[in-house]
């Protein structure tokens, strides 16, 4: 077995929300990744990816904002990792 | 200067939201053909220049990258963003060689930078870039986040991103923070893009033709949303406001109320509290 990684950048903390941003790491090597291969993500939300049988392996934590920080924008805060487990020809 | 050749507010306006603008088929054939054979023939070197020096004293006998940015309407967009006098940061012939197909990690160039003065970066495609070439993706609206460079790695498509697909003597002009990453190059061509960081030497304030200051359509232009904000567009306004206060030098300016409610601590006295 390998692990698929899927990784959506979402909206809001809801899991319904939309995606924005996306990126997919595939450790069984048969799809190849890298930035800006596709335009439209592979899921509109998290809850659609879990439909379709991705299994959410990690959610964002929430911390209030620094003071002074409280405008500042920096990284995507709502990052979704997602898995999948598939057979590959060496198990 | 002529005014002609100087950017006007909703360029500039595009510009603090974007933190890109695009010339396409700013420069003549004549210099495309020229910056190419210099490439080719190595009359500009690549390694940096004596960073820090005036840009006015580079590369004066070059028909190619010189003859490039002394073009009126490049000056006149160097002048409107960092002003006159404007010193040489370093300069860079990136290439992507034929059948690469691994894009370049996204980042944004040098270190983690706080300021509201901003450098800008020149890219220059002297050839034409197709989509199956590169060119160069950009994230319009990324300039404004606090990251420092590669930090933003983990991440592979945004909604709304921008690729340069476009004609030789294409320029785009990006705010020193502008999120970036070189594309694969699928052709059997090496693929060029030149970039040009530049510094300012005088303070931003309205460098560029104001005579448009005060058109409706600049606040609808620093209201333009980026789909990949997500619930962060709010703040990405308030930063835009804060940012066109400092290019104008008004410090009261606002859009739709987003900094003046927050900015509200009345401190005067009822009669019945004094």
Redesign the interface.
């Known amino acids: 077995m390998r692990q698929k990684l899927l ?1 959506l ?4 903390p809801d899991l319904k ?8 790491y595939d450790g069984t090597g048969r799809e ?8 439209t ?1 592979p899921y509109n939300s998290v809850f659609d990816a879990m439909k379709d049988g991705w299994r959410v392996i990690q959610f964002p934590q929430q911390f209030p904002a620094y003071p002074g920080m409280e ?8 990052e979704y990792i997602l898995e999948k487990l598939e057979e590959t020809r060496n198990g | 200067m002529d005014k002609t050749y100087l950017l006007n507010s909703v360029q500039m306006a595009n510009f603090a939201a974007d933190g890109l603008l695009r010339f396409d088929e700013l420069i003549p054939d004549d210099v495309n053909r020229e910056a190419m054979r210099e490439i080719d023939e190595g009359l500009i070197p690549t390694h940096y220049e004596e960073q820090g020096q005036p840009l006015d004293g580079l590369w004066t006998q070059s028909k190619g990258f010189g003859a490039m940015f002394r073009l009126p309407q490049v000056q006149g967009i160097i002048q409107s963003l960092i002003g006159p006098e404007s010193l040489y940061d370093h300069h860079a012939f990136h290439r992507v060689g034929p059948g690469h197909e691994e894009g370049q990690t996204w980042h944004a160039d040098a270190i983690i930078d706080t300021r509201q003065h901003f450098d800008i970066q020149l890219f220059y495609y002297p050839h034409d870039t197709p989509r199956e070439m590169g060119g160069t993706m950009f994230l319009p609206g990324s300039h404004l986040r606090r990251i420092h460079e590669t930090d933003i790695g983990r991440y592979q498509n945004f909604l709304g991103q921008l690729p340069m697909v476009c004609k030789a003597g294409t320029l785009a002009v990006g705010h020193h923070g502008i999120w970036h990453c070189a594309q694969p190059n699928t052709t059997d061509k090496m693929r060029y893009m030149f970039k040009l960081r530049l510094n300012p030497t005088v303070r931003q304030k309205c460098l560029w033709n104001t005579d448009d200051l005060d058109s409706p359509e600049v606040g609808k232009v620093l209201f333009r949303n980026h789909k990949w904000y997500g619930n962060e567009d709010r703040l990405e306004y308030a930063n835009r406001i804060k940012f066109w206060r400092f290019l104008t030098g008004n410090e009261s300016f606002d859009v739709n109320y987003w900094l003046t409610r927050i900015e509200n601590t009345p401190e005067r006295l009822t009669a019945q509290a004094a």
């Open positions: 990784i950048y979402v909206r809001t929300s939309q995606v924005g941003a996306w990126s997919i190849h990744h890298t930035t800006g291969d596709s335009d993500p405008l500042s924008t920096a990284y995507l805060k709502f």
